[in-house]
């Protein structure tokens, strides 16, 4: 059978899961909402909005849409999967990559995500909830803790809801701008908790509700400048397979995070079909989770994808259908190393509407990021403009492919760091 497949999102993460989906021979029609220049480029655009759940059930049942993949966050926090499984004018056997209102809750708020980790023995830091009215106990609370200290807003933030402090006047402000609508609605409420000292890295699995399949672990940048400096971003690129990620730490995650995390989702009634992310801390070699994402992260997903071997659309029909049984996820051994070319003042202040030009980038995949088409031009869009990623048969042979060529993609303000995948490829007793 072909499906017919609409893919809602418009970044470099949606860039890479089309370009996964688009090699299936079970592919029939190909479409995206919004999409971006890259990805309608081998799937059909439908313009519009992630968050107008009308358009996009107009346009499941109007294209005859046999599977919906969500790429954000957002629209499955809102529920988007249960307003189109009880919409009459779809047909019964629809099927959706992400989860209904209530599994989407691991991601759309911290604090039910560390009641259902602490409910499951899912190892993570000490922590606690206050609410607005609670801003003398949240103080409290802090002095408690040894600097620094962590204060997250509990709902979605757009990947800034989290503030580090150094010091217990600066916690106090990150409280007081977070309690002041920083974060909107997102900051009803504060999640205090414990630092965690180690190396970050992310896991993800594609599951139906009961079995998974492991995905190829990543470790992503998220600060600014070179050797982790400056304010955090989206994200400036990433590294996949993690050179500490070896059997042992792995099966530690396993046991530890992932069985426990799918067999709660199935104890508490959860239908979950769909990725699940796991934002983890090695910390001297045990795995402790720092947050859950109900969706693929990004910029990983462009490292992650290209090293996947087998039939992405397969694997992704198999877990929406409910039963992954039958399916093996295949791995291949080849790394990758992700660098992102982002927008002059991104983080904070940056212009638009850039031409893009583009020498030849044989070896490269580029993936759209933040770009659009104006006049038959490719133009900025947004911060984080394109995604350029490598495979090869060293984690150093990949980064040598991505910054011999990085050059050849040029815009106005243009920049990147030139220290992606350094830190594992010098990290000690790399297998």
Same mark, same amino acid.
């Given at each position: ?6 893919? +809602? ?20 029609? #190909?479409?995206? +909402? ?59 056997? *629809? ?33 606690? /909830?206050?609410? /607005? ?7 409290? #609370? +802090? ?14 933030? $757009? ?88 059997? $042992? #730490? ?14 709660? *989702? ?5 239908? !979950?079909?769909?990725?699940?992310? #796991? ?21 990983? /997903? ?13 694997? +992704? ?28 003042? !991104? ?9 893009? /030009? ?44 991505? !910054? ?28």
């Amino acid at each position: 059978m072909k499906y017919n497949v609409l893919l +809602l999102g418009s970044g470099g993460r949606e860039h890479a899961l089309a370009y996964k989906i688009a090699k299936s021979p079970m592919l029939g029609k #190909f479409y995206a +909402l919004p999409g971006n220049p890259g990805i309608n480029s081998i799937a059909e655009g439908v313009e519009g909005s992630v968050s107008d759940f009308d358009l996009i059930l107009k346009t499941v049942v109007e294209k005859d849409i046999d599977l919906v993949v969500c790429g954000p966050e957002d629209p499955l926090v809102n529920g988007l999967r249960d307003f189109l499984t009880v919409s009459p004018q779809v047909k019964k056997d *629809l099927l959706f990559i992400g989860p209904g209102r209530d599994g989407a809750r691991l991601e759309g708020s911290k604090d039910f995500a560390k009641e259902f980790m602490a409910r499951h023995g899912i190892p993570t830091a000490a922590y606690r /909830t206050f609410s /607005t009215g609670q801003k003398e106990e949240a103080m409290e #609370f +802090l002095r408690s803790l040894r600097p620094p200290y962590v204060v997250k807003a509990d709902g979605l933030a $757009a990947g800034k809801g989290v503030i580090i402090s150094s010091s217990l006047s600066e916690a106090g402000e990150a409280l007081d701008s977070i309690f002041g609508g920083r974060f909107g609605s997102a900051g009803a409420k504060v999640v205090i908790e414990e630092y965690l000292d180690g190396v970050e890295v992310s896991y993800f699995i594609l599951t139906d509700g009961r079995r998974w399949l492991l995905l190829p672990e990543a470790k992503d940048y998220k600060r600014i400048w070179d050797g982790d400096k400056g304010p955090n971003t989206g994200g400036m690129g990433s590294v996949s397979p993690v050179p500490f990620c070896d059997a $042992a #730490f792995t099966d530690k995650v396993v046991s530890r995070i992932i069985e426990p995390t799918v067999r709660g *989702l199935e104890t508490e009634g959860m239908d !979950y079909r769909g990725f699940i992310f #796991f934002g983890l801390m090695n910390c001297g070699g045990d795995p402790y989770v720092i947050e859950y994402n109900v969706r693929m992260g990004d910029p990983e /997903t462009e490292s992650v994808m290209p090293r996947i071997g087998s039939d992405l659309l397969q694997h +992704l029909v198999a877990a929406a259908r409910g039963d992954l049984s039958g399916e093996q996820m295949e791995i291949l051994p080849r790394p990758a190393v992700t660098c992102i070319v982002v927008s002059g003042g !991104y983080p904070d202040k940056y212009g638009k509407g850039y031409p893009i /030009t583009m020498e030849p980038v044989d070896q490269l995949m580029v993936f759209n990021a933040g770009t659009a088409l104006k006049d038959g031009q490719l133009v900025t869009s947004g911060g984080r403009v394109l995604a350029l990623t490598a495979l090869g048969d060293s984690l150093e042979e990949a980064r040598e492919a991505v !910054y011999s060529r990085i050059g050849g993609v040029s815009f106005e303000g243009a920049f990147h760091r030139s220290d992606i995948a350094l830190d594992m490829i010098n990290w000690p007793g790399r297998r």
